[in-house]
């Protein structure tokens, strides 16, 4: 059986006319009938042509590969044991999970406290409000993604410096509203936001202490771009220094748009030509800007690469490095990108814990670690901390924290419609009824909750029960204190999951001859 997905996919809203006889090596269905009018993947293609290499309504949906790769951490268990405790006295009543501290906290020089040892990564799209609003809500960073600009029509530029950018202003508000002392905002900027001073902006006049510079271009590495209909918005972007393809200014390709031929323009994301020179020099730029945190995020490419930028991060003082594996959630990559790319979480969390061990070994100071790349439940993220120990501080949940802010909001809105949602019913039917922890979080605000968007709080409800869930692992293994968990508090079930991760089976752990 193939790991790849068939060509026919809600991704690409396609579909196969006879998708259970499929030909696997190619994912095209068995048989090819003259009479098909072609709802998969090829016959999108011959009708959109390139346009169908990318998903479908980038804008109103997320992502995630179809893939079934042969290592996840399903092929992992959480040990457990039943003797004594560690980071809390051997007394059942301190020794409960409620009390297992699960606190963490972000940045060498200048530490951030955190609620939970989670990160919301990049996101600059859908309930991106309730995004942000709920990460501070919880008490953990959030990333504002890159190339905000282009989506900001009230943008202002010296030249092409960026002088004012309302969205990302209102983006940074959106968490500094509730912000509590915990957790911060981090703004990421690519090649492209690099060019146009994004970062400097932010730094020097919204107050911005936190920010992420990002290897790769787009979802998770590729080459960025998008379709611009509209001459008048590709002369724009070509004004701003975007590369723009056909030329909008050439006017052979302005007569040709105008008589409707020829290609649509597409703006393209400049790959990054950066040298590990350039990006210490850049660290301690940005540190003299006013950064308090500078941090790298980049997606899961060759290991050497992996390895050369966590050497980078080491020399720099890096803040942090999250490194996103192949088959978590994307923002618009290609379909087959996101599919047929990358090294897998577990492989590269086990890569990057083997380069962390050969700079430890020498010496070198280690840069704190994120993962991301497919976490979404409380098993998922003990086993990514496990995996990593001591290394891995903190685990990136991306899709599914949007989904949550998304399912939150869509709640909110059926309640002020005056409707209740079929599948909440049971609950109630306001807002303090159907949310369990609006009454945790009116103890807090008070008389804010009542302009609380309901998104936000699917956010924090949804972190709070992957933070209670995580608690009770913790307890499960008798450690009270996220520091005391260790690699052997998880266990490979197959060949390949010990092999990649070099830990001891269920048998192994024994060590008494049979």
Known sequence: MSGSPALGSPITNTRLRSPGHLTDVSGMCAVCAADCPGPCEIGLSAVRGAEA?????????????????????????????????????????????????????????????????????AMAKL??????????????????GE???????GLVVDGLKVIQSPLIAEMVSAFRRYERAFGDIILQANFDDEYHGVLEYALERLGVKSVELKFGQAAKGIQGYGRVPKIEDALRFKKLGYIVRPDPADPSVAAAQARGVGPVFERIGKLPMWSPEYLIKRVDELRSRGAERVCFKTGPFDPRDIARILEIASEAG??????????GGTGSSPAKMMNEWGIPTVTLEAIV??????????????????????????????????????????IAIGRAAMAAASAGRLVGETLRKGAVPKEYA??????????????????????????????????????????????????????????????????PLTEIAAKTSGLRTYEELLDIPR
């Open 53 to 121: 290499i990318l998903p479908f309504s980038a804008d109103k949906n997320q992502f995630a590969s179809e893939k079934r790769y042969p290592l996840d951490f399903s092929h992992f268990n959480i040990n457990g044991r039943v003797f004594g405790a560690v980071g809390r006295p051997a007394d059942p009543e301190e020794a409960t999970y409620p009390n297992a501290d699960i606190s963490a906290s972000f940045g060498l020089t200048h530490p951030v406290k955190l609620k939970a040892p989670f990160i919301l990564p």
């Open 127 to 144: 309930a991106w409000k309730e995004y942000f609003a709920g990460a501070a809500l919880a008490g953990v960073p959030v990333v504002i």
């Open 147 to 153: 190339d905000v600009i282009a989506k900001d029509a």
């Open 318 to 327: 890096v803040d942090l490095v999250t490194l996103d594996g192949a088959g």
């Open 353 to 394: 814990c083997r380069v962390l061990r050969g700079l430890e070994k020498a010496g070198k100071p280690l840069p704190p670690i994120a993962m991301a790349g497919g976490f979404a439940t409380e098993d998922q993220v003990f086993k990514g901390l496990a995996l990593g120990a001591p290394y891995v501080r903190l």
């Open 426 to 491: 049971r609950f109630g039917s306001s807002v303090e009824e159907i949310f369990a922890d609006f009454r945790v979080l009116k103890a807090e605000y008070g008389d804010e909750t009542s302009h609380l968007p309901t998104g936000a709080l699917g956010v924090y409800s949804y972190l709070n029960r992957v933070s209670v869930g995580l608690r009770q692992l913790l307890a499960l293994n008798r450690k009270f204190a996220l520091r005391h968990i260790e690699r052997e508090d998880i266990v």
